[in-house]
């Protein structure tokens, strides 16, 4: 899960921002929130190499955290979405993201 606070104040940095949101979504996030994205990944050799990449992208001024679930973690997550009866995001299946 990458969880992102970015600087939005001028063209130049809501371009910036805008980019990173898209480098996530090419290296195969899905956005929760506007400022949170997940990906699963196949182990922890993978997930590193992914936030390595991510540390790469990050515009300057830009606040960036990684966290790792396993498979158990996330399935124990109790999502709200205000009044409304919705079910909770299923795990994706791992194959459709690679």
């Known amino acids: 899960m990458a969880v992102f606070d970015l600087p939005v104040l001028t063209k130049a940095e809501r371009r910036r921002a805008t980019k990173f949101r898209e480098f ?6 899905t956005m929760m929130q506007l400022s ?3 990906r ?6 993978q997930a ?15 606040k960036v955290d990684v966290l790792f679930f396993t498979d ?3 399935q ?6 205000g009044r409304r009866d ?6 994706p ?5 690679f």
């Open 72 to 74: 158990k973690q996330y």
């Open 36 to 38: 949170v994205y997940i």
């Open 48 to 62: 590193l190499a992914i936030t390595n990449r991510i540390g790469k992208k990050v515009p300057k001024n830009g």
């Open 86 to 91: 919705e079910p909770k995001p299923e795990r």
């Open 93 to 97: 299946d791992q194959l459709t993201l």
């Open 24 to 29: 996530l979504l090419d290296e195969g996030f």
């Open 40 to 45: 699963f990944t196949g182990g922890k050799e």
């Open 76 to 81: 124990n997550i109790f999502s709200f979405r």
